[in-house]
């Protein structure tokens, strides 16, 4: 495909915000201006490039639950059409950094050229990216994964350029830094709770889900792999800005903007093949606008990306309507981020929805405590029945069953038999609906106890709370259904 055909259809009128819900402070009427003005200056930088599209029937709403979302403003969007469509140039991945970081460093091969003149021209002699970028090479540059390349970035564009901005050096990206979150927003990713040394909200993390906690402990550790291999380029940096003999930046502030980047990317990644990496997890862009749909928990229903291959040269990142058509004004145009159940949405996110059918309890530690004679744990040990044991609204797992069935039955080739098929789950009646009610009412204590726990913590900030709440009474609704259903 030789570029795209999608013309701009916006007016060039003024980028009208409607901000909903959010009273009538000061403070909040200030931010409403101040966000309209920076939502038409990033339609202004995204529509200098021609293959630029947005649909002149959507509009970007505030509300206090979810932010920024896109709505419908006008006549209707059709099943299927486009709605936005971002060119390559002005998405910010593994591929078009390498292209930026080339303009300032020669030794790094640029991957097919420089997009627009309109860059290049920005590029000062005494830019200080010559020196910054000027420390790369080939190799360690791509061994970086995207997201510690795109972090790297970020930060010295984003953070330590502002530095210069009295001389007029702004880099190409500022419309779109412009509109990303406030740290703020992520105040109720648990991993913050663990990272930020003072957090109020380390009594809350206590009271977690394991399940939870174990997804946020590895957030941290993957957050903290990234910050260790990164350091030896902002040491550099450090030697190299330096005003009245002290680095321009000091290593405290910027584990605090990194932190809050690293948030940033990983809430707002949507997935991309990127030519020059083969793990999953590095094929991700960043695509300006795209990145305002808020997440709905259906599946291939809402909106949707237009798969496009990277290899094709200049592809955009398009954004269509999926099977359900907008025809009611101001209803918001969502696009499902996976199937993700709250404990993921709160980890990743930092949000979770009142009702989500993707939710589930992870009890392998509650049952795997239960199975105490070490032949059924070699058992199940052996046939790859050990842990990963959930319940979801609409089943308990296999896996979960297995294990109740062997500690109901006490009999290891009858659950051979079970797990090859050979008999269902009603050969192991009424013992295993006795174990399972007698686990769920366990659990069920256990929730009701931390839902009572949580709310005498008046200390920690109320959306938080009420998040994990929200997990819980997730929890809750699941326990109850199976509670009756397995009634002995
Ligand atoms: C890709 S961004 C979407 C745009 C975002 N609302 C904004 O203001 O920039 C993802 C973030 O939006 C928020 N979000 C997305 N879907 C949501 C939902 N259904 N309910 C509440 N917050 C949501 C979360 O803060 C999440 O981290």
């Excluded at 140039?89 to 460093?105: E, G, I, P, Y």
């Excluded at 590095?282 to 990145?291: A, H, S």
């Amino acid at each position: 495909m030789s570029g795209l055909l999608y013309q701009l259809l916006l007016n060039c009128q003024k980028f009208d915000i409607l901000v909903e819900n959010l009273g009538t402070t000061s403070l909040q009427t200030y931010n409403r201006f101040e966000m309209g003005d920076k939502l038409d200056v990033l339609i202004e930088w995204l529509a200098s490039s021609n293959e630029f599209y947005l649909s002149e029937n959507v509009t970007v709403v505030e509300t206090k639950g979810s932010g920024r979302g896109l709505r419908l403003r006008s006549r209707e969007i059709k099943c299927h059409q486009a709605v936005i469509s971002v060119p390559e140039s002005r998405q910010l991945n593994f591929h078009t950094v390498l292209k930026h970081l080339a303009m300032f460093n020669k030794h790094l091969k640029d991957m097919g050229g420089i997009y627009d003149s309109e860059v290049t021209d920005l590029v000062d002699h005494d830019d200080p990216r010559f020196m910054a970028y000027g420390i790369f090479d080939q190799d360690s540059v791509m061994k970086l994964t995207s997201f510690q390349l795109l972090t790297l970035y970020i930060l010295f564009e984003w953070v330590i350029l502002s530095h210069w901005n009295f001389r007029g050096i702004v880099s190409f990206w500022q419309p779109f830094f412009n509109v990303f979150p406030e740290d703020g927003d992520f105040r109720s990713i648990p991993c913050r709770w663990l990272c930020d040394s003072d957090s109020q909200h380390r009594t809350l993390f206590n009271k977690l889900p394991k399940a939870t906690q174990d997804h946020a402990f590895r957030i941290k550790t993957l957050l903290e792999n990234d910050w260790h291999v990164l350091l030896p380029y902002l040491l550099k940096w450090q030697k190299l800005f330096t005003e009245n003999g002290s680095p321009v930046f000091t290593l405290d502030e910027t584990y605090e903007r990194f932190l809050h980047i690293y948030f940033i990317i990983n809430s707002r990644c949507l997935y991309m093949d990127i030519s020059e990496k083969s793990d999953a997890a590095d094929k991700f862009t960043m695509v300006p606008f795209v990145d305002f749909l808020n997440h709905a928990p259906e599946v291939n229903k809402f909106c949707q990306p237009r798969q496009n291959s990277r290899k094709l040269k200049n592809s955009a990142f398009i954004i269509e309507c999926g099977p359900y058509a907008y025809r009611n004004l101001h209803e918001e145009l969502f696009l499902n981020y996976g199937a993700h159940s709250n404990d993921f949405l709160m980890n990743e996110y930092g949000f979770v929805l009142k009702e989500n059918n993707w939710n589930y309890l992870d009890v392998t530690a509650d049952v795997e405590t239960l199975v105490i004679d070490k032949e059924y744990k070699d058992f199940l040990i052996e046939k790859d029945y050990w842990g990963d044991l959930t319940i979801a609204f609409e089943f308990i797992s296999f896996r979960l069953l297995v294990t109740v069935a062997l500690l109901a039955s006490k009999d290891v080739r009858k659950v051979e038999k079970f797990i090859l098929g050979f008999i269902g789950e009603d050969s192991f009646q009424p013992g295993l609906n006795a174990v399972l009610h007698q686990l769920l009412c366990s659990l069920n204590e256990q929730v009701v106890k931390k839902r009572e726990d949580i709310k005498t913590l008046s200390q920690c900030d109320e959306w938080c709370l009420e998040n994990v709440l929200t997990i819980y009474q997730g929890y809750e609704k699941i326990i109850i259904h199976h509670l009756e259903s397995r009634r002995p």
